[in-house]
């Protein structure tokens, strides 16, 4: 997964940013890092959720009542 690197210099790529709560901020940030990338795809291909503790991630688990 390469970024689109043609508009880095341009301040309107991202305006977005300023409206971002702290988990949104977060996830811009941790989806562009090379080491998450890898380590999702490795848990990915095996069926390994371990790898979100590494990570501080926490899923909200589903209630089957």
Known sequence: M????????????YDYLDDLSAA????????RNPDYQRDF???EGRGDADWTERWG???????FA
């Open 24 to 31: 949104d901020l977060a996830w811009e940030y941790l989806r």
């Open 2 to 13: 390469s970024p689109d690197a043609s508009r880095w210099r341009s301040s309107e790529a």
């Open 41 to 43: 795809q490795t848990a």
């Open 57 to 63: 991630l926490r899923f909200p688990r589903r209630s």
